[in-house]
């Protein structure tokens, strides 16, 4: 079986194998044969903290060839969406059943792929606000994986919400995706007050966004590709009295990733939530779009595809 596995001497730290066992799965697991994945920023970090041997991915789209030995979670035949913690990018995999959503015929894999890590993160990060409806929301790197759905998701919850992007080009596509408002900097002091600011992006961002949080507000922090953040007391003094930092963590509660990635589909499936693919490549490139990846040229997800993809 063919499969990426990490090696120093690759192009992106990676090898594409073609001596991988085939999946033995426990179980509670499915067999998946894989037809579509998505990469991820911190992939890029967990690939050179694991660089001799290991086998990444974390997002698939694909369809079940073996159900679940205890009878749990989809049938034979069924396509799926699963959030793993490793071994992805390869040609079969197995799959905790409770991590997979069936997928509607509307759903193609590669929609489907970038939903795992990215749509459960904004999903579960918005809910850290509780109702949202009628409140002022704002999301950093709103263009980015996480972003896209963050400010889908909370325009679909009712919120009014200000996109922040790195740069002007990026406003209209911030735009597109339902942002009553875009903004390229956070040091306008008329911004705000927020009731939750969803932050992906960390560095002199994330203080600036506290001092535009309501009294009692909440910031998710979940992303840090903008480096190490620096927070004072007084950056609350501002306006954000009593407000909470949460250190989010998306991969947690376990045992309910399935039943999100189905709220997710079924969303994408009704046409109420758009995936935005910035780059999608046959799976042999996936060295090609880590390094995009790691430039930050990719605006959405990038999308690598097995096979035929279909």
């Not at 998946?32 to 992939?43: I, L, S």
């Not at 339902?178 to 705000?192: F, I, K, P, R, Y």
């Amino acid at each position: 079986m063919r499969g990426f596995i990490t090696d120093p001497g690759g192009r992106a730290g990676l090898r594409l194998a073609d001596d991988l066992p085939e999946p033995s799965p426990g179980p509670h697991e499915a067999v998946v044969e894989v037809r579509a994945y998505a990469v991820n920023h911190d992939e890029l970090n967990l690939i050179a903290r694991r660089p001799d041997g290991w086998r990444p991915g974390q997002d698939v789209a694909g369809v079940v060839v073996r159900a679940a030995a205890d009878g749990g979670g989809p049938v034979a035949g069924t396509r799926v969406a699963g959030y793993l913690d490793w071994e992805g990018w390869s040609e079969r995999i197995s799959v905790p059943a409770h991590c997979l959503a069936a997928l509607d015929d509307r759903v193609s894999f590669e929609e489907a792929a970038t939903l795992p890590i990215a749509g459960l993160t904004a999903l579960r990060a918005l809910r850290v606000g509780g109702a949202v409806l009628g409140r002022k929301v704002l999301v950093t790197g709103a263009t980015g994986g996480v972003g896209q759905f963050a400010v889908q998701l909370a325009v679909a919850a009712g919120a009014h919400v200000t996109a922040q992007v790195s740069d002007p080009e990026r406003e209209a596509e911030a735009h597109a995706l339902g942002a009553h408002q875009v903004v390229t900097s956070l040091e306008d002091d008329t911004l705000g007050p927020f009731h939750l600011v969803l932050d992906g992006i960390g560095g002199p961002l994330t203080a600036q966004a506290v001092r535009r949080i309501a009294p009692g507000g909440h910031l998710a922090w979940y992303g840090n590709i903008g480096g190490a953040a620096e927070l004072r007391l007084a950056d609350f003094y501002a306006q954000g009295w009593n407000a909470h930092i949460v250190g989010f963590i998306s991969p947690v509660p376990e045992e309910t990733k399935g039943e999100d990635l189905a709220i997710l589909t079924a969303l994408v499936a009704d046409g109420r939530l758009t995936p935005r693919i910035g780059l999608a490549l046959p799976w042999e490139k996936t060295p090609d779009a880590l390094d995009a990846l790691a430039r930050r040229e990719i605006r959405g997800k990038a999308v690598l595809t097995v096979g035929d993809g279909r």
